[in-house]
């Protein structure tokens, strides 16, 4: 692993690590911000919780992103599946910030300017888990390997069949 990875994976996964406890510690406040992006959740929710043995109501569902991110950023951190764990933050990242920093319903401009600034730098996290979520280390992605492997069996098997002129 590079110096830069070593380095920059740690820091880009300590927001979530220290959110995902934040959110842990006071799900039942932070849940009335999720409130309007849960409320449009709603069906798939109610799907969901068919399957599992709790009620998805808001509080559990911001303990349930703060135990991701806690999870995923620690993993991240660690060099623990990276890509995986990006994406995954990537993913819960989006309606954490619609749900988090809805600047646009503010208005008081002090708290609009805040959680402008709050809502644009998860878009800035957010664009770093993608590169996160991408990078190879180096190494040859999985499609590229497979494409090559499959190349290279598609030139055995003509390397093996009887030409039909001889």
Known sequence: MTLVRFLAR????????????????NADALAERAKPVLDGLQPLL??????????LDSATVVRIDGAVHVACGAM?????APRLSAFVLAVTLVPTTFG????????DPQSKANQKVHFFKNVSLLGGLLLASVDTAGKPSLGWRARRGAERARQRVVELTPMASS
């Open 76 to 80: 991240l951190a660690s060099g623990r």
């Open 46 to 55: 109610e799907q969901a919780s068919a399957y599992l043995p709790l009620e």
């Open 100 to 107: 988090g920093h809805r600047f646009w319903e503010e208005a």
């Open 10 to 25: 740690p820091m880009l996964a300590s927001m979530f690590v220290i959110g995902g406890i934040n959110a842990l510690k």
